[in-house]
């Protein structure tokens, strides 16, 4: 086996790659189901799956991931290292997709007495409208 070949390999057993990749499949299960559920699917929303969770935010947190792999440490400024930073993104990117997951749950009716600031799904009132002074007579 060469040295790539090792590599690559190394990669399919490793804890946080997995575990980003289930996490991201349970997200676009769950959400398909909930959409059909909620009788608002359309097969553009695997297209904002693939554009919003994997280009927006698990491609970013692999590229660092496979930087600091493939690299020795590399200090990037300000006390922070590259592996601080790729540790930072993972974790980002697992609240969000856990974040993601809880508001399908919740659209499926599972875990409904979860608070909104869980699930996302929290709608917030928009802004009172201010009433003009009245003009001094």
Do not use: C
Request: proline letters at 7%; a neutral charge.
């Amino acid at each position: 086996m060469t040295g790539l070949q090792a590599w690559l390999t190394s990669l399919g057993h490793d804890t946080k790659l997995v575990g980003v990749l289930v996490m991201l499949a349970i997200d676009l299960v769950l959400g398909v189901m909930a959409a059909v559920k909620l009788g608002t699917f359309r097969f553009a929303y695997i297209g904002d799956v693939l554009r919003t969770d994997v280009l927006g935010k698990v491609v970013p947190w692999a590229v660092l991931y496979l930087l600091v792999k493939a690299t020795n440490n590399v200090e990037l400024g300000w006390g922070i290292d590259l592996s601080t930073a790729e540790n930072i993104a993972y974790g980002l990117v697992i609240v969000a997709l856990a974040g993601s997951v809880l508001g399908s749950l919740k659209d499926l009716g599972i875990g409904t007495g979860l608070p909104p600031a869980l699930t996302g799904k929290e709608k917030a009132d928009p802004p009172p409208k201010e009433e003009p002074a009245p003009k001094p007579a």
